[in-house]
T-cell receptor, first 112, second 114 residues
Framework: SQKIEQNSEALNIQEGKTATLTCNYTNYSPAYLQWYRQDPGRGPVFLLLIRENEKEKRKERLKVTFDTTLKQSLFHITASQPADSATYLCALGGDSSYKLIFGSGTRLLVRP | SAVISQKPSRDICQRGTSLTIQCQVDSQVTMMFWYRQQPGQSLTLIATANQGSEATYESGFVIDKFPISRPNLTFSTLTVSNMSPEDSSIYLC???????????FGSGTQLSVL
């Protein structure tokens, strides 16, 4: 069955450093991959989408890579700030289905 | 972007009772989705609510337990019926706008069943 793995352990980094989160998947060939941010008591908020034919996508301090051979996406936040502290979810989607499959998320803590 | 109002934001319920969660969108959308998010786990799709037709349920979820209404293109309800402590979770509604792939989510309903 399809499986998405995100590091269940929280990532704890110092303000100003680059945070790198990993999303690995198996038994799936997604047409695109998305990253969402979720704060406590809130619903997820869309951040970035990257398609299978794209290697990298950037938006301000965010960068996403997508390696369909390794079946992996990396999500980077440069010059991290305490306000970036949240849980980050990856989600996979296919052209033939409207459904998204979500990972369980990785919690990021940025220390001042 | 779509703005979604979901209520209640949280509730504590007794075993055997039912709770109806409401989701209101500020624009007309074709597809609305109901998710469950259990502690430390990923979002799991319960069903897709289609206006004018019955909801489509995912494996492991049935209409008798999670009846859904979709009376128009801006509103949907999810009822959690005959609740047990295992139903304690966050329930989220979400929508797609047009042909876009990204989802917009409500703030969620934190449900605790005693």
């Amino acid at each position: 069955s399809q499986k998405i793995e995100q590091n269940s352990e929280a990532l704890n980094i110092q303000e100003g450093k680059t945070a790198t989160l990993t999303c690995n998947y198996t038994n799936y060939s997604p047409a695109y991959l998305q990253w969402y941010r979720q704060d406590p008591g809130r619903g997820p908020v869309f951040l970035l989408l990257i398609r299978e034919n794209e290697k990298e996508k950037r938006k301000e301090r965010l960068k996403v890579t997508f390696d369909t051979t390794l079946k992996q996406s990396l999500f980077h936040i440069t010059a991290s700030q305490p306000a970036d502290s949240a849980t980050y979810l990856c989600a996979l989607g296919g052209d033939s289905s409207y459904k998204l499959i979500f990972g369980s998320g990785t919690r990021l803590l940025v220390r001042p | 972007s779509a703005v979604i109002s979901q209520k209640p934001s949280r509730d504590i319920c007794q075993r055997g009772t039912s709770l109806t969660i409401q989701c209101q969108v500020d624009s007309q959308v074709t597809m609305m989705f109901w998710y469950r998010q259990q502690p430390g786990q990923s979002l799991t799709l319960i069903a897709t609510a289609n206006q004018g037709s019955e909801a489509t349920y995912e494996s492991g979820f049935v209409i008798d337990k999670f009846p859904i209404s979709r009376p128009n293109l801006t509103f949907s309800t999810l009822t959690v019926s005959n609740m047990s402590p295992e139903d304690s979770s966050i329930y989220l509604c979400s929508v797609r706008q047009g042909a876009g792939e990204k989802l917009f989510f409500g703030s969620g309903t934190q449900l605790s069943v005693l």
